[in-house]
């Protein structure tokens, strides 16, 4: 969790860094929520967090569902720098399959996907941002503007959303406390494990309708309600025994992107470029000593590798060349420019009314081949820039 206090988000980052530190989600609440999930073996698991800092909240959910059988994948969002590291080095070194993008989790610069994550984990930054609109300050919540732009992430009907959230929101924001009631179908209210920062864990299925038709949960509602004016509490996560919630099947995002590129993130994306080329040489390495005994020509491999690597080889910045007395060895991406047409409703955050938002997305697609044009002796790798 990274709590924000009346900070604009410009200075966001900074002010996380000098005066809030850093502050996950307690080890024991997401243990808690791990035993209230079940996934049948074989199911591939697409995990998702909007802000992961070092994947303190999907690391442990996916190791707990893959010791129940599942193929898990984590994406994430960090906008600082070294956990962002963390979290990207996590899943570089152990192949995990996923990404995370080094990002402001509400910038127009993020583009991802709706309706793909099998398991959505919400607990973004608490605050409030100002902004001015007609000379005045206009005063909106983190919490809200998180949720607005990422909560669609959950597969519709059977993705599960965990919301990890602070009592006191409830009672400032009554607009996103009906939001969240339109969202949850079987939705349930836990008290966190620690009391350190009087948080609650709503978990519950997506609902399959959109915002428009949705049902609304009143009961739900009335509870965060109660919780927001400390009429009610309720139990701790690990406190309540009931009905688990049933993990379902995801697909991996089509988009999954930022195009502000930063640094920190050209450094990852490069150091996963190295890491793919000298996969790839043991893999050439072993394609050619198989066929070269039968004194075949080698077949083309495809694809080298998803995510980053293709984009960094079809822009020319790291394509490879594997040299032999006999001839060579080429990889090389493709590029091409797709559209797509997206629709989904949002809420307005100043009226609460229900809008229909369609937008053209154009994005490029990658693929990276490598082929072994002639065989010969055990090829030699270099890096053309």
């Known amino acids: 969790m990274q709590p924000v206090n009346n900070l604009s988000r410009g200075s966001q980052k900074d002010?996380?860094?000098?005066?809030?530190?850093?502050?996950?989600?307690?080890?024991?609440?997401?243990?808690?929520?791990?035993?209230?999930l079940v996934v049948q073996p074989g199911t591939p698991v697409q995990l998702f967090d909007c802000s992961c800092g070092k994947v303190d909240a999907l690391a442990p959910v996916a190791s707990a569902l893959q010791a129940m059988g599942a193929e898990t994948s984590l994406w994430g969002i960090e906008l600082h720098d070294e956990r962002f590291q963390t979290a990207h080095s996590y899943l570089n070194a152990r192949g995990i399959p996923g990404s995370v993008l080094h990002a402001d989790g509400i910038s127009p610069d993020v583009s991802i996907s709706e309706n793909w994550a099998s398991v959505s984990i919400f607990n973004p930054p608490y605050g409030e941002q100002r902004h001015e609109r007609d000379g005045q300050i206009i005063t909106v919540r983190l919490e809200r503007i998180f949720w607005t732009k990422h909560i669609a992430r959950t597969k519709r009907g059977t993705g599960i959303t965990v919301a990890i959230l602070p009592t006191q929101l409830f009672r400032a924001d009554p607009n996103l406390t009906r939001m969240i009631g339109r969202h949850f179908v079987q939705g349930r209210v836990f008290?966190?494990?620690?009391?350190?920062?009087?948080?609650?864990?709503?978990?519950?299925?997506?609902?399959?309708?959109?915002?428009?038709?949705?049902?609304?949960?009143?009961?739900?509602?009335?509870?965060?309600?109660?919780?927001?004016?400390?009429?009610?509490?309720v139990p701790r996560v690990s406190e309540v025994d009931c009905d688990p919630w049933i993990v379902s099947a995801g697909q991996a995002p089509h988009q999954f992107s930022s195009s502000n590129l930063s640094e920190v993130m050209a450094k990852a994306i490069l150091d996963s470029g190295r890491t793919a080329v000298n996969q790839t040489y043991q893999r050439l390495i072993r394609h050619q000593q198989r066929d070269l005994s039968e004194n075949h020509l080698l077949n083309t491999?495809?694809?080298?590798?998803?995510?980053?690597?293709?984009?960094?080889?079809?822009?020319?910045?790291?394509?490879?060349?594997?040299?032999?007395?006999?001839?060579?060895?080429?990889?090389?991406?493709?590029?091409?420019?797709?559209?797509?047409?997206?629709?989904?409703?949002?809420?307005?955050?100043d009226t609460g009314a229900t809008i229909h938002v369609s937008e053209t997305i154009h994005k490029p697609i990658t693929a990276v081949t490598y082929i072994d044009v002639t065989p010969g002796r055990e090829p030699l790798l270099t890096e053309v820039q």
């Open 15 to 36: 002010a996380n860094i000098a005066r809030l530190g850093y502050w996950p989600t307690d080890r024991e609440t997401i243990e808690a929520i791990t035993k209230k």
């Open 191 to 233: 008290r966190a494990e620690t009391d350190d920062f009087n948080q609650v864990v709503i978990i519950g299925y997506r609902q399959k309708a959109s915002l428009a038709t949705a049902s609304v949960d009143d009961d739900l509602i009335e509870t965060l309600t109660a919780l927001g004016s400390e009429a009610i509490d």
């Open 301 to 349: 491999i495809t694809p080298l590798r998803l995510g980053h690597v293709p984009a960094v080889l079809a822009s020319g910045r790291l394509n490879g060349k594997f040299e032999t007395p006999a001839g060579t060895f080429l990889f090389r991406g493709k590029r091409q420019r797709i559209t797509e047409n997206e629709s989904r409703d949002e809420v307005d955050p």
